[in-house]
Nanobody, 117 residues
Framework: QVQLVESGGGLVQAGGSLRLSCAAS??????????MGWYRQAPGKQRVLVAT???????NYHGSLKGRFTISRDNAKNTVYLQMNSLKPEDTAVYYC?????????WGQGTQVTVSS
């Protein structure tokens, strides 16, 4: 079992920046397939990938977000970060921390990001 706690969401004007943090209750990157990252869900839409990072450091971004969003991690703190720059109103969503560990998916409770025009 693992608990994920997100922080850093909020209200920001278009063009602004936010940094999300996700702290895990235990070490995540133990096996080759383990990964941690972020998904988002806008109102009335499906949850979609934002970015993930694997044990070996491989990063996968949603194609349209690469260049504005940057995922990083601090292994010592079991924490993953999402730096979001040049935010747009269409980035408004609930952002969920996610991890794949020991063959299971785990989700955080989500943090709201609202970008005003």
């Amino acid at each position: 079992q693992v608990q994920l706690v997100e922080s850093g969401g909020g209200l920001v004007q278009a063009g602004g920046s936010l940094r999300l943090s996700c702290a895990a209750s235990r070490n995540i990157f133990l096996n080759r397939m383990d990964r941690m990252g972020w998904y988002r869900q806008a109102p009335g839409k499906q949850r979609v990938l934002v970015a993930t990072i694997t044990t070996d450091g491989s990063i996968n971004y949603h194609g349209s977000l690469k260049g504005r969003f940057t995922i990083s991690r601090d292994n010592a703190k079991n924490t993953v970060y999402l730096q979001m720059n040049s935010l747009k109103p269409e980035d408004t969503a609930v952002y969920y921390c996610y991890t794949y560990l020991f063959g299971n998916d785990y989700w955080g409770q989500g943090t709201q990001v609202t970008v005003s025009s």
